[in-house]
């Protein structure tokens, strides 16, 4: 049995039949489950109002975390409690779909 802590989530990657597990408190670690199968297990966990939200097919990313997004260098940096960053390459209308949801979410917590 594998227990992830879904608010402790900066982001998750998949890798076959993988999935990385990567924390805000700069933990990380592999269970053996695709990211589809994780995802589906989180899903049943977290309401409908989410937090993590996946990107492609490789990743899943805590909205929460991010820090910068920029459609030019095709670049999602995301910071963790520690002062950290990470950078993940994305596809440019991957990002501005990123943006558009996060935007969305702003306007619905400024009513």
């Not at 297990?41 to 990313?61: A, E, M, P, Q, T």
């Not at 994305?90 to 501005?96: D, F, G, N």
Request: glycine residues 4%; aromatic residues 10%; neutral net charge.
């Amino acid at each position: 049995m594998y227990i992830v802590d879904c608010e402790k989530v900066i982001y998750l990657e998949a890798d076959d039949h993988y999935t990385h597990v990567h924390y805000l408190t700069g933990a990380h670690f592999m269970v053996p489950f695709g990211l589809s199968e994780v995802m589906s297990s989180v899903d049943n966990v977290l309401s409908n109002d989410s937090f993590l939200l996946r990107l492609g097919r490789k990743y899943v990313v805590n909205l929460r975390a991010v820090f910068h997004v920029n459609t030019v260098k095709q670049v999602l940096v995301l910071s963790d409690n520690h002062g950290n960053s990470y950078s993940l390459n994305l596809p440019k209308a991957t990002l501005r779909q990123l943006i558009d949801i996060m935007s969305e979410k702003t306007a619905h917590r400024q009513v």
